[in-house]
Structure formats: structure tokens, C-alpha cells
T-cell receptor
Framework: DAKTTQPPSMDCAEGRAANLPCNHS???????VYWYRQIHSQGPQYIIH???NNETNEMASLIITEDRKSSTLILPHATLRDTAVYYC????????????FGTGTRLQVTL | NAGVTQTPKFRVLKTGQSMTLLCAQD?????MYWYRQDPGMGLRLIHY???????AKGEVPDGYNVSRLKKQNFLLGLESAAPSQTSVYFC?????????FGPGTRLTVT
């Protein structure tokens, strides 16, 4: 069974915030939420991760609901270079994160 | 600082042939991974390693073997290639929460 549900595609105007939702209603207490993206056919790129609290780094913000059943990745000022497939992944991180990638959300940033 | 490099970038094999894909990282990471990505799909974990001399199976390990003799290198072997192994193979290295991916190897088995 899929651990996460994401919309298959989204559009965003350049300069606007891109809000990418992810549903993970079966997440357990020790599982983290990760976000990666894959630009064209390159290797995926780590964006951010979180457990309970909201997180922010130089790339994005991660908002996790209080019940942890969903989250939103926010790219505050999307640019054309942010056009990519975005993957939301839930994983228990023991010694190493063993990620299971679904099909993600294809974000198209337009002028 | 090259990050994660993969050799070769492209390869065509005939069914039954063998080959080894090489992954190298210069970030002194303990963890290394091999994934495959089929058209229109996400990545699936083949094997991974939590340190030099260790390996473990991922989601789709059948038909592949791996070795981690040196901390900086992680080798993926196909002993007898099959058309179902046609895919793009990505290597990654990382710390506990972050993985850094290589550029991929595009393998076609005819």
C-alpha cells in the first residue's frame, strides 16, 4: 500500500509560492516526512525533512499538520528552475533512510 | 569535490551478459544506496550499505549483487542481464537523513 498520496501535477506562476500537498494518513509516530525533487532525468535532490515541527531551510518550508496525517512543501518564490517532479516520502529512519519513491507531483512553473 | 559519480553513463548489454556499475563518493558518507528507475515510475531501492564491508537488500534485490570493499565505492553487479533490468540506475550516498544522488547510468538489455 502506498504510504503517501500526492496530486499528479500542479502549475505555478513564476514568482509565486508553490504549495505542494501530501497526504500520509497512516504515518506512524517514528516516521519522518522527506521531500526530494527530480529535475528532468537527473538524480533526485534532497529538499527537506521533518518529524513533527515545521521546518525551513534555504530551499523550502515544510508544514506538517498537528495530527501528522498531511504536510505541505512550500517553495516561497518559484522559478522556472523549480520545474521538476516532487516526491513526498514517509520513512522510519533507523540507521539509514531507505526511501520508497512514489510517482510524485510534477510541478510546472510558468512565466 | 565531485560528490557522487557513476560509471558508465550508458551501456547496452545482450541478455545473459554481465557487468558492474561503479559508484564513487568523496563526501566520506557512511551510507550508500543503489536505486533503479523505470519509465514513468519512482525510484526503487535495490541494495544499500551502512558502512564499509556491509550490504543489505532493498525493495527489489533479485538479479543484483553489491559490494562495498572501500568506504568511498559501492559496486552493483548484474551476473546475467535480463531485458527486465533495462532501467536507469542511480547511486546515492548520505548521512542519516539526507541522500545525495549521482547522475545515473542508463542501461539497456536487448
Amino acid at each position: 500500500d502506498a504510504k503517501t498520496t500526492q496530486p499528479p501535477s500542479m502549475d505555478c506562476a513564476e514568482g509565486r509560492a508553490a504549495n505542494l500537498p501530501c497526504n500520509h494518513s497512516t504515518i506512524s509516530g517514528n516516521e519522518y516526512v522527506y521531500w526530494y525533487r527530480q529535475i528532468h532525468s537527473q538524480g533526485p535532490q534532497y529538499i527537506i525533512h521533518g518529524l513533527k515541527n515545521n521546518e525551513t531551510n534555504e530551499m523550502a518550508s515544510l508544514i506538517i499538520t498537528e495530527d501528522r496525517k498531511s504536510s505541505t512543501l512550500i517553495l516561497p518564490h518559484a522559478t522556472l528552475r523549480d520545474t521538476a517532479v516532487y516526491y513526498c516520502i514517509v520513512d522510519f529512519t533507523g540507521t539509514a533512510s531507505k526511501l520508497t519513491f512514489g510517482t510524485g507531483t510534477r510541478l510546472q512553473v510558468t512565466l | 569535490n565531485a560528490g557522487v559519480t557513476q560509471t558508465p553513463k550508458f551501456r547496452v548489454l545482450k541478455t545473459g551478459q554481465s557487468m558492474t556499475l561503479l559508484c564513487a563518493q568523496d563526501m566520506n558518507h557512511e551510507y550508500m544506496y543503489w536505486y533503479r528507475q523505470d519509465p514513468g515510475m519512482g525510484l526503487r531501492l535495490i541494495h544499500y550499505s551502512v558502512g564499509e564491508g556491509t550490504t543489505a537488500k532493498g525493495e527489489v534485490p533479485d538479479g543484483y549483487n553489491v559490494s562495498r570493499l572501500k568506504k568511498q565505492n559501492f559496486l552493483l553487479g548484474l551476473e546475467s542481464a535480463a531485458p527486465s533490468q533495462t532501467s536507469v540506475y542511480f547511486c546515492a550516498s548520505g548521512r542519516k537523513y539526507e541522500q545525495y544522488f549521482g547522475p545515473g547510468t542508463r542501461l539497456t538489455v536487448t
